[in-house]
């Protein structure tokens, strides 16, 4: 098969939840998801209801593969993707927060891995922080984030930050718990895709960097 229908076969849509962000944050974020080595079909960025309405930097507006869905009111992290998940018909969907950028060959590592391994319903990769001897980042690596191993293979759920998903294990869950507004959305539909028979497995060979 040839590159470019492997590409056509396994088509990925990427979604990232914005609530109040900073421009340059979500510029940066984009930036790093339209500069994949592996084609992004579509891009849903998803203002959750934000005071002051969030727009595509100027840059970014004439992109068609780059969407903007408002939503009326804050409704939470788990409603916002779900809000781009049904616009969605992507065989893959990769959930990407702000402040979070992807290196260049996330999407192909991850895509590649789960096409290998039918039984794995999510992967993610480590996440390292962009600046790594601040105080607070230093205190928010040792108690609050995962941690990352040199090994890849099962892992317990998927944070947040940056986790690529089968399109079937989401839809059949569901999608995202609503309830969870803000916290352990990552852990539990993991747990719930999880119970339906496919596993959350850790990639080691790809990062994401927190800015």
């Known amino acids: 098969m040839s590159h470019q229908a492997y590409n056509k076969l396994h088509t990925v849509d990427v979604i990232i939840p914005v609530y109040r962000e900073r421009t340059e944050a979500l510029t940066a974020t984009l930036a790093a998801c339209l500069t994949q080595t592996y084609p992004v079909s579509k891009i849903f960025v998803v203002d959750d209801g934000s005071p002051e309405p969030v727009f595509l930097p100027a840059p970014i507006q004439p992109m068609s593969k780059v969407c903007l869905i408002r939503l009326p009111y804050n409704q939470g992290i788990s409603a916002a993707r779900n809000a781009a998940i049904a616009r969605s018909d992507a065989l893959f969907i990769a959930c990407i927060n702000t402040q979070v950028l992807p290196d260049s060959d996330w999407l192909a590592t991850c895509v590649d891995y789960l096409s290998r391994h039918e039984d794995v319903g999510a992967c993610y990769t480590r996440l390292v922080a962009h600046r790594p ?49 803000l916290h352990h959305e990552d852990s539990d539909i993991c747990r719930r895709i999880g119970k339906c028979g496919w596993a959350t497995h850790y990639i080691a060979n790809s990062r994401c960097v927190s800015i």
């Not at 980042?137 to 986790?163: D, Y």
């Open 133 to 181: 001897n601040r105080i607070l980042t230093r205190w928010r690596m040792r108690f609050l984030e995962t941690k990352f191993g040199e090994e890849t293979g099962l892992s317990e759920f998927a944070p947040g930050h940056a986790v690529l998903f089968r399109r079937t294990s989401v839809d059949r869950v569901g999608g995202y718990d609503v309830r969870r507004r």
